[in-house]
C-alpha cells in the first residue's frame, strides 16, 4: 500500500512541475520563490523515481488516469485564462490544496509503517 502512495505523490508531483514549467511570464510572485519551489520539485521527483516499482495494474492506470485529469483540467484553465495573473493565483490555491492532500497521504503511510 505505501507503494501505491509514493506512485500518487510522484504522479502528481509530475504533473504539479509540468504545469510550473509552463509559461511563468505573468506569475504575480517573486521570480526566486518560484524557481525555488520548481527546483525543490524537481529534487522531490528525482528522490521520489528511486523509489518506484516497474509500471503495472488497471488499478494504477486508472488512478493515474484521475490526476491527469484533474492537472490537465488545470492546464486548459490557464491557457484559457491565457496565463493571467489571476489565473495563476487560482493555480497555486489548487496547487497549495492539493500538496496538503499529499501531505495527507504520506501522513498515512508512516503512521502503517
Given amino acids: 500500500m505505501t507503494q501505491?502512495?509514493?506512485?500518487?505523490?510522484?504522479?502528481?508531483l509530475h504533473h504539479i512541475?509540468?504545469?510550473?514549467?509552463?509559461?511563468?511570464?505573468?506569475?504575480?510572485?517573486?521570480?526566486?520563490k518560484?524557481?525555488?519551489?520548481?527546483?525543490?520539485?524537481?529534487q522531490q521527483l528525482r528522490e521520489l523515481q528511486d523509489c518506484l516499482r516497474?509500471?503495472?495494474?488497471?488499478?494504477?492506470?486508472?488512478?493515474?488516469?484521475?490526476?491527469?485529469?484533474?492537472?490537465g483540467k488545470l492546464e486548459k484553465f490557464l491557457k484559457h485564462k491565457?496565463?493571467?495573473?489571476?489565473?495563476?493565483e487560482i493555480i497555486r490555491a489548487e496547487t497549495r490544496a492539493h500538496l496538503q492532500q499529499l501531505l495527507f497521504i504520506m501522513g498515512q503511510a508512516s503512521k502503517r509503517n
Fill in 4 to 12: 501505491d502512495r509514493i506512485e500518487i505523490i510522484h504522479h502528481s
Fill in 54 to 71: 516497474k509500471p503495472g495494474s488497471d488499478h494504477k492506470l486508472k488512478r493515474n488516469a484521475a490526476i491527469q485529469h484533474y492537472f
Fill in 34 to 42: 518560484v524557481e525555488n519551489f520548481c527546483l525543490l520539485l524537481e
Fill in 82 to 88: 491565457k496565463f493571467s495573473e489571476c489565473s495563476w
Fill in 17 to 32: 512541475n509540468k504545469i510550473y514549467s509552463m509559461n511563468l511570464g505573468s506569475v504575480p510572485w517573486a521570480w526566486d
